[in-house]
Structures are given as C-alpha cells and as structure tokens.
C-alpha cells in the first residue's frame, strides 16, 4: 500500500504562486498513475491535473491549463504542483492520489489518497 502526504499549502494573493508537493511511500509501481484533486466548500472534487510515475503523459483540466503544472521526483517519491496566476477560484483543500484509473477525472479509481493540503487565494 502507499501512503500519501501533500504539503505546501498556504494562503496568497490573486496572481501569486504555490508549490505543494505529494511525498509518497510504500510500493510504487511503474504502471501508477499520480492525480491531484481539489474540492472547494460545498462543492465535490475535483480533477486538477494526472501523470504518470514512468514516462511523459501530464493531463490537465481546462481551468488549470496554462497555469499549473504538474511533475515528479522520482528518487524522492514526490510529485509537485506548481500553480502559477493564481486566482480565487482556485481556493480549495488540494489533495494528490494514487492508482489505475482508466478515468482521470474519476475519483473512484483512485487506490490511495493524501489527507490534503489548504490553498486559499484572496482578492
């Protein structure tokens, strides 16, 4: 199993930027597939950004595109979000995810699941 702890959250203007990372132990295994998620108050989550523990592929939603940018560490079993422009829609608890979707966006696919990280950005 894996454990997931996200970090780096904290509270910024409008037009401002954040790193949160994920630190991951346990087994990961080349096929995993790393998620973030955000889920604002009194809404359900939602899917931030994907990629893979080996190779390439990054997805992102359509109101992150451009602006953030997620990668990875794969000696220090960290994946990253590096969140730029930031605008107060944005505010939200971030939490990064683990596992096989075939779904990006389905949070059901997901194995494993950090406790979240608070991002609030202010006008």
């Known amino acids: 199993q894996v454990h997931l702890v996200e970090s780096g959250g904290g509270s910024v203007q409008a037009g401002g930027s954040l790193r949160l990372s994920c630190a991951a132990s346990?087994?990961?295994?080349?096929?995993?597939?790393m998620g973030w998620f955000r889920q604002a108050p009194g809404k359900g989550r939602e899917f931030v950004a994907a990629?893979?523990?080996?190779?390439?592929?990054?997805s992102y939603s359509d109101s992150v595109k451009g602006r953030f940018t997620a990668s990875r560490d794969n000696a220090k079993k960290t994946v990253y979000l590096d969140m730029n422009s930031l605008k107060p829609e944005d505010t939200a608890v971030y939490y990064c995810?683990?596992?096989?979707?075939?779904?990006?966006?389905?949070?059901?696919?997901?194995?494993?699941w950090g406790p979240g990280t608070q991002v609030t950005v202010s006008s």
């Open positions: 995810a683990v596992g096989t979707p075939r779904l990006l966006a389905d949070t059901r696919q997901y194995l494993y």
């Open positions: 346990g087994r990961i295994f080349s096929g995993y597939i």
């Open positions: 990629l893979r523990w080996e190779g390439d592929s990054t």
